[in-house]
């Protein structure tokens, strides 16, 4: 965990991809500062280590397995949720896939599938937790887009896509729902070690390439992420909103 305390204690949170990596760690972290997490995930296994991580640690959640590329399935499941807890204060978005192809091998399904999990799901995810957070008059709205928000990468035209659009989307929302207090970002991380980027490393010349680009020459861990994500889901983020805040270990500068 993250040398980083905020106080969270009463807040409801939401992590989609609460089952593995980056949301699994996000949903522990938000335990672990205090808030009711519930957890979003389309494996029930996966949330279930999850649940009981964050259960041997005193925290409190709830799991909701829902396939955030369904958006009848997000509206019943954000519905539950509510309806469980009364509010949710803090939403982060998480879940996402890719499939790695060159442009000229880029299949329909492949395209379909990254784009309705990683932009459409993490904008009808936000649209769900912005209906409560506007009547609420507050909310955080966290997604995780990517280094590739911003920046391409070979084999990767789908999934850049489906990451900009979550930057960009994530811009528009956090213009829409100013006046109502609910403040909505992107955290863009470079290539961090998780279940989603462990095949890939065991390409010595692809690990070779990222860490090169790396200014601080790392791979990333979870909790290179999870200090951001606590940082914006708090009040020290409270004139937050809109951005896209880079956890990439410098890739974009330079
Ligand atoms: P991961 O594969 O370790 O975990 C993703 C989780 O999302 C899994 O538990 C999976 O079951 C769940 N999921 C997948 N499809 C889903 C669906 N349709 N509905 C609900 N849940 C679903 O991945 P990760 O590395 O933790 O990545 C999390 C997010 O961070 C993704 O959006 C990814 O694009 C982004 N990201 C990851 C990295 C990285 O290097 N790991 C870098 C930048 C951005």
Redesign the pocket.
């Known amino acids: 965990m993250p040398n980083f305390k905020v106080d969270l204690s009463g807040q409801v949170a939401v992590v ?10 996000c949903a522990i972290a938000l335990a672990d500062s205090g808030a009711q997490v519930a957890l ?4 029930q296994a ?2 279930e280590q999850t649940q009981a991580e964050i259960t041997s640690r005193g925290g409190s959640c709830t799991a909701y397995l ?5 958006v009848a399935a997000i509206n019943e499941t954000y519905q539950a949720i509510v309806d469980y807890y009364g509010r949710i204060d803090i939403a982060v ?6 499939i790695q192809q060159r442009g000229e091998e880029v299949t329909e399904e492949a395209w379909d599938r990254i784009m ?3 932009a459409k ?2 904008f009808f995810c936000s649209q769900a937790a912005g209906r409560i957070m506007i009547k609420q008059r507050k909310g955080k709205i966290i997604n ?5 928000s911003v920046v391409g990468y070979v084999k990767r035209s789908a ?1 850049c896509a ?2 900009g659009a ?1 930057a960009q989307f994530t811009k528009v929302l956090a213009g829409e729902w100013a006046p109502y207090n609910v403040t909505v970002n992107t955290v ?10 462990e095949p ?1 490393f065991k390409d010595a010349e692809f690990k070779a390439d990222v860490e090169r680009r790396i200014l601080l020459n790392r ?2 861990e ?1 909790d290179d ?1 999870t200090g951001t994500v606590l940082y914006l889901a708090s009040d020290a983020s409270d004139f937050v909103t809109g951005s896209i805040v880079m956890v990439d270990g410098g890739w974009t500068a330079w």
């Open positions: 989609t991809g609460a089952g593995n990596g980056i949301g699994k760690a979003i995930d389309i494996s996966a949330m829902c396939d955030v590329s369904n978005n998480s879940a996402g896939i890719n309705g999990i990683n799901g993490a995780i887009g990517s280094a590739m999934y489906s990451k979550v863009a991380p470079t290539f961090i070690n998780t279940p989603f980027t890939m791979i990333g979870v992420v």
